[in-house]
């Protein structure tokens, strides 16, 4: 069994890794870390995990990391690049911010507003998209995690641009997100009576999830690419749905989607012209992607759905996790998602 540590335990992704690891069959946790509620029980802080039997929590730099194989940092943005510093340098671990996964320093600073303060672990760490980066993501010792938005758009795009189907120059993004991507910690504007009920955009043409796009996108298209992307918050707990606006053939599209995730198993094209929906993917790993032909000739509109804490978070990074421990990608990920 692989010994695991969850630094930051008390937040949302840290739960969902606790969750997903009590019922893995290569794993057991060896430590859950939360400096603000150290000496507490995880059951105190999440009650749906009171009937498991798990360490108490504690600080990070109170873990013994020589009984520890892999480590998932749950910690907040700005925050991990100090803490991934300080620990053994033969731990894996797997990072769930934000703080690896601009691979150009200069991009990092142009967007968190400071200077990266690991550059050689940014240089080192490999990009968590898993199913486009699995051969690097085995042999590496850290994985940075997508961002949740980012991940939802690259399902629906990469494909497309590394196939030549769509125009680079054409690619708008419209995107709806749950109120946990947000996090745990308290927030005025996250207040129920703040959300519930109505839907807005934020962040407009500057969310930090936006550099990610440009990143992949240049990549899979061999040129610099630079989309638009305007995310929204509704008031449902979890999901993601991606509403992406190409140039291109559906029929093509639809196509070029279909063969590049007919092995993936995490991946699910839904028949073209069927839009996929959040309930649909709920509690699961599980990605659905949709083609829909546009009214007009020649334009498409892509759609993919996943669930921000497993596949834009928690479940991604075990699958990650899965690979660097050398364990069967799949293992532990396989629930089907909650409905209704």
């Known amino acids: 069994m692989a010994k695991i540590a969850i630094l930051g335990a008390s937040g949302y992704t840290g739960a969902e890794l606790t ?18 509620r150290a000496g507490e029980s995880m059951a105190a802080v999440f009650p749906h995990l009171g009937h498991l039997r798990l360490p108490t929590l504690t600080r990070i730099e109170d873990v013994d990391f020589s009984a520890v194989d892999l480590a998932f ?35 990092y600073a142009e967007w968190y507003g400071h200077a990266h303060r690991a550059l050689d672990l940014q240089a080192e760490a490999v990009y968590g ?37 769509i125009d680079p120059d054409e690619i708008i993004i419209d995107l709806k ?15 129920f009576t703040e959300v519930s009920g109505g839907l807005h955009a934020y962040n407009v043409a500057k969310h930090r999830h936006t550099a990610e796009f440009d ?8 040129r610099a690419v630079v989309c638009s992307f305007t995310p929204h918050l509704i008031p449902m707990n979890r999901g993601i749905l991606a509403t992406v ?30 839009p996929p929906q959040t309930r649909h993917v709920s509690g699961s790993n599980y990605v659905h992607v ?12 892509v759609f993919a759905a996943l669930d921000n804490l497993m596949k834009g978070a928690s479940g991604q990074a075990m699958q ?18 909650l409905f209704p």
Not at 215 to 222: L, M, T, V
Not at 290 to 301: E, L, M
């Open 19 to 36: 969750r997903l690891i009590a019922t893995h069959p290569g794993m057991e946790i060896a430590a859950l870390t939360a400096d603000r």
């Open 73 to 107: 940092c749950a910690l907040p943005h700005a925050t991990t690049q100090e803490v991934v510093s300080a620990l053994p340098r033969d731990l894996k671990v797997v990072d769930l911010s934000a703080d690896f996964r601009l691979r150009d320093p200069a991009v």
């Open 129 to 165: 998209l898993t199913e486009f980066y699995r051969d690097a993501i085995r042999p590496a010792r850290l994985v940075a995690g997508t961002g949740c938005n980012a991940a939802t758009g690259m399902y629906a795009v990469l494909p497309l641009l590394a196939a030549g189907v």
């Open 177 to 191: 997100t749950g109120v946990s991507g947000a996090g745990r910690a308290a927030k005025e504007a996250m207040l």
């Open 215 to 222: 990143q992949e996108f240049s990549r899979a298209a061999g």
């Open 245 to 274: 606006y190409v140039h291109g053939d559906a029929a093509a599209c639809h196509a070029a989607l279909a063969a590049r995730y007919a092995d993936e198993p995490f991946i699910h094209m839904l028949p073209q012209g069927q």
């Open 290 to 301: 949709g083609v829909c032909a546009d009214r007009r000739p020649g334009r498409t509109i």
């Open 320 to 337: 990650n996790a899965n690979l660097m421990l050398g364990l069967a990608e799949t293992q532990g990920l396989e629930a089907a998602p």
